[in-house]
């Protein structure tokens, strides 16, 4: 597609449920990121993937966040036993190989637990 | 730890008032430091790339500046179009992955 494309773009749940948040990157684009973004801060890396392995994971805050990419395409995001913590606007990018001047980013999901 | 800072947090300018954003950084090895422009429910929208001090990047009203400790964004008779967050961030690997400040949020009154 054009861009990036994010799905849901808002998703309401209650706390103790798990949730999907999927990312389409521009086709073509082998990087992915997902980021997490609270109200009135910066984006916070959560994951990098290069193809179908995550490279680089150090952002993940614990073990019930997970993310998948086995095509090296669309990637989705999961979060189990969600946490009222957990509410933010969840970020996808991609780029080609890493490079940072086409790296696009997603307009976002909006994650509120209640 | 690495760290990034901007202020100011908020900044309110008359429309042809030039003003500057201000992006602190404290890293280990900066590979490039990134601006972004960032629109209410929307993702952010890449601006510019610096990567050594001394250097500068301009479009239209806006000029990016770098020097070995901070950045600045300059913003030169700005218009209410002008209006968004500012974002900065900083790569310090060659994963991509991308450390950001918390953002100036910035507006422009007609």
């Known amino acids: 597609g054009a861009g990036v494309s994010q799905t849901p773009s808002n998703k309401v749940t209650e706390k103790g449920k798990y949730v999907e948040l999927r990312c389409d990157p521009i086709s073509g684009h082998t990087a992915l990121y997902w980021y997490r973004q609270s109200l009135g801060q910066g984006p916070e890396f959560l994951i990098y993937f290069q193809g179908t392995g995550a490279a680089d994971d150090s952002g993940l805050p614990n073990d019930r966040f997970f993310a998948v990419r086995p095509e090296g395409s669309v990637s989705t995001l999961k979060i189990q036993r969600t946490e009222r913590g957990d509410s933010a606007v969840y970020l996808c990018?991609?780029?080609?190989?890493?490079?940072?001047?086409?790296?696009?980013f997603g307009s976002g999901t909006r994650l509120t637990v209640v | 730890e690495d760290q990034v800072t901007q202020s100011p947090e908020a900044l309110r300018l008359q429309e042809g008032e030039s003003s500057s954003l201000n992006c602190s950084y404290t890293?280990?090895?900066?590979?490039?430091l990134f601006w972004y422009r960032q629109d209410p429910g929307k993702g952010p929208e890449f601006l510019f790339t610096?990567?050594?001090a001394g250097e500068e990047k301009e479009k239209e009203r806006l000029k990016a500046t770098l020097t070995k400790k901070e950045s600045f964004l300059h913003i030169t008779a700005p218009k209410p179009e002008d209006s968004a967050t500012y974002l900065c961030a900083v790569q310090t690997s060659n994963t991509g992955k991308l450390i950001f400040g918390q953002g100036t949020t910035l507006q422009v009154k007609p």
């Open positions: 890293v280990s090895g900066l590979r490039g």
């Open positions: 990018a991609s780029s080609l190989r890493g490079q940072i001047y086409g790296y696009t």
């Open positions: 610096l990567y050594s």
